[in-house]
């Protein structure tokens, strides 16, 4: 996720300016802030309406203001700018730049700029392979300003060739390799269950598992962390939930399994860490049950989340936890088979409820087995991610 990062998107004056507009779309998504810079001919193409729309920010149309003004404007941006995106970029960009030309608002930015300028070239299949126009991309490409490719295929102007205005998927994998190195999950959805879940017996007391939620919660940081985009549905906890997922509060078994069967589907990978009862009070009573000697309590069990998924799982990846007392690893690999598992998380008991650290094997299909030391939970969760990545 991009929360929280200045993007800018220069627009230049090609028919790809329309295409900008759904990548400005999908950064806004990703929750950047994004302010828009357009030359005079872009705006031939689209209004400046249009991105004010999409980004909630004023558009950038002129250098022409007090002195004042043009300090602030063009300065303060260049500043505060964690990458700048220039899509389309004509040839008549490109070769001022190369020649460092600034004679309107967004070749000043970026001779002023010191954060990483994304270059995406759209034009004429014929200008692109022109030799000066290759030549003036080799320039800035040496002055470590960066480059997606155009594609090929059918051009505005009825040719066919390399030329047009690259991916808008394309440009966004770009642009968070750039701020986000180490994102190896960019572009995958990861659904992760954390915490336990209550169940009521009366109006102020319910059973429940023993949780704190603080494996799921590293889970679901690290995920996103590395560009993952995170899907977290949690039992109750005292836990800040990491501001970069979607977070989903349940209170029971039932509210968990509806949530989560109603998001697998979107999941690329489910990381089931929640310690989710086995059982339910039949009755629930109204109000406060009155102090007695002794009390009966009749139970009947919850749904197995982690067998349905693995039922349901369709190209997906699944990975659940066992906590064992005895015969750990015997029991952890017949779970992983039986709930038709990708990994599997194995611990005893009294390595980690509400502990800070964990010590854990994981095990996955033909043997495969590591076994970890004692680690802080968010390395434990590294570790995870880690073997999660190699079975993609």
């Excluded at 779309?25 to 950047?32: G, H, I, M, T």
């Excluded at 701020?179 to 960019?186: E, I, R, S, T, V």
């Amino acid at each position: 996720m991009l929360k929280g990062k200045e993007i800018v998107v220069g627009i230049t004056g090609g028919i790809a300016a329309y295409k900008t507009a759904s990548v400005v779309s999908r950064l806004k998504k990703e929750q950047a802030n994004v302010t828009v810079v357009m030359t005079k001919m872009a705006q031939e193409f689209i209004t400046p309406l249009t991105f004010q729309s999409l980004t909630a920010n004023q558009v950038i149309t002129d250098l022409v203001m007090t002195p004042k003004q043009w300090e602030i404007e063009h300065i303060a941006l260049a500043k505060k700018a964690d990458v700048i995106l220039i899509a389309p970029a004509t040839a008549n960009f490109i070769d001022k730049c190369a020649a460092g030309i600034a004679d309107d608002f967004l070749t000043t930015l970026i001779l002023a700029a010191k954060a990483p300028i994304l270059i995406c070239p759209a034009m004429n299949k014929n200008m692109y392979e022109n030799p000066l126009v290759q030549e003036n991309i080799r320039k800035l490409i040496k002055r470590k300003m960066l480059l997606v490719e155009p594609e090929t295929g059918r051009l505005a102007c009825g040719d066919k060739g390399a030329g047009r205005l690259a991916s808008a998927e394309k440009i966004l994998a770009k642009i968070n390799s750039i701020l986000m190195p180490d994102a190896d999950f960019q572009g995958k959805t990861i659904l992760i269950t954390a915490g336990p879940t209550q169940e009521p017996i009366d109006a102020i007391r319910y059973i429940t598992n023993r949780s704190s939620g603080k494996m799921g919660y590293a889970l679901a940081r690290e995920a996103a962390s590395r560009g993952a985009e995170v899907i977290l549905v949690t039992g109750p906890t005292h836990l800040v939930p990491p501001k970069e997922a979607t977070v989903i509060q349940v209170q029971t078994a039932l509210d968990m399994y509806e949530k989560v069967m109603g998001q697998c589907q979107e999941a690329d990978i489910i990381i089931a860490a929640s310690a989710v009862g086995d059982f339910r009070p039949v009755k629930v009573t109204q109000g406060k049950i009155k102090k007695k000697e002794s009390l009966n309590l009749s139970l009947v069990g919850n749904p197995d989340i982690l067998l349905e998924l693995g039922k349901r799982k369709k190209g997906q990846l699944l990975v659940g936890f066992a906590v064992e007392s005895d015969n750990l690893l015997v029991k952890a690999r017949k779970k992983l088979k039986a709930k038709n598992l990708d990994l599997i998380v194995a611990n005893k008991v009294e390595n980690g409820f509400a502990k800070d650290t964990n010590k854990v094997t994981l095990l996955w299909a033909l043997a495969g087995q590591k076994v970890l030391p004692v680690l802080p939970k968010e390395k434990v969760a590294k570790e995870i991610l880690d073997k999660i990545r190699t079975l993609c």
